[in-house]
């Protein structure tokens, strides 16, 4: 599975942005598919996830409220709706793709992961 990720840019504080990432493979549906992020100086953390059907999401105590995570199996693509943003959401966004299909757990339970799209918000 290759995963390309987009939609990052540049906001200003309390700006939306949607980040999409598109998966490449004919099992894209049987995935589960989070977002993490790495900012400046900091290790990588959990953004969201959401389970293969998208009936199940989780969101990082930082977030919650202000992104949703959702996916179209059909275009093969999840999505991170981001509101509100704050300058400390400034990041490099990865999105990942689980093969059991499940949420929640480590890092490193996700097996194929996106290149990165650079967030910055401004104050």
Known sequence: VQLQASGGGLVQAGGSLRLSCAASGRTFSSYAMGW????????????????????????ADSVKGRFTISRDNAKDTVYL???????????????????????????????????????????
């Open 36 to 59: 993490f992020r790495q900012a400046p100086g900091k290790e990588r953390e959990f953004v969201a996830d959401i389970s293969w059907s998208g009936d199940s999401t989780y969101y």
């Open 81 to 123: 709706q981001m509101n509100s943003l704050k300058p400390e959401d400034t990041a490099v966004y990865y999105c990942a793709a689980r093969i059991d299909g499940v949420i929640g757990g480590p890092d490193f339970l996700y097996s194929y992961w996106g290149q990165g799209t650079l967030v910055t918000v401004s104050s």
